[in-house]
């Protein structure tokens, strides 16, 4: 006898093998790449990286939903699409993150929002910005997918067996995308750029090194820069203790540039407890 959850199972692999090819193409109409993924994956089927500078025509669309009628659906974030999306992991404190958003900055715009099979949220926005990329916890909880990027799109079904969901009213035919906003767009530019400044500033930085006068600050800018970039604080201050003695004229003390990148680490930690800000 087929247990409840067996059969729901089924009946969305179903449900995902006569929808998927067809939003495919619904969604290559509203202008974004689309590629095929594993079944019950995140994996691409195929190697993807022409998508993210063109998009499949139908006819590549029908053949490979005819090709893997049970694979799932992923879009292409991105130039490619124009689009950017904000991915929400609560269990990583992504609502509370958008909270402080909420806060400070007043709610995101309605814009098409997808629930993931782990129990996430998707929030599409419009930006033909080249320079964002991915980019993991801009705020805890809250990741980005641009440039590069790839998410798994409705009605694709989770390694859980669960499937990939439109909110109610917030599916792409209910709303179109609304723009990143100009906060949003801004703050990931800066973080992008190591806040403010190209990365050829940072690379010429790193060769040249600076006199005395300049030290303390280069060491705390430095500081900001790669942790905004994810590494590690213990890193972080190896890489800076190194650099002090081969680019710093003359070089700082040990202890002050351990107390400088403290300080920065410090309130590296105390913007992402404060939602970024």
Known sequence: MTSRGSHQSS?????TEETCAATALAY???GWSVIPLQPGEKIPKLPWQE???RRAD???IRAWFKR????NLGVVTGPVSGLVVLDVDPRHGGEASLGHWNERHGPLPATPEAITGGGGRHLYFATRDPELGNRVAIVPGIDLRGRG???VAPPSIHPSGRP???NPGRAPADLPLAPLPQWLHERLSAQMSGRGHPFAYWRSLA???VEEGQRNNTIASFAGHLLWHGVDPEVVLELLLTWNQARCRPPLADDEVARVVASITNLHRREGEDGGE
């Open 207 to 209: 060769r040249g090194g």
């Open 51 to 53: 998508f993210q500078d």
């Open 149 to 151: 990027g790839m998410i």
């Open 68 to 71: 893997w009628p049970r694979a």
């Open 11 to 15: 009946s969305r692999a179903r449900r």
């Open 164 to 166: 990939y969901v439109w």
């Open 28 to 30: 290559r109409r509203l």
């Open 58 to 60: 139908e006819e590549e």
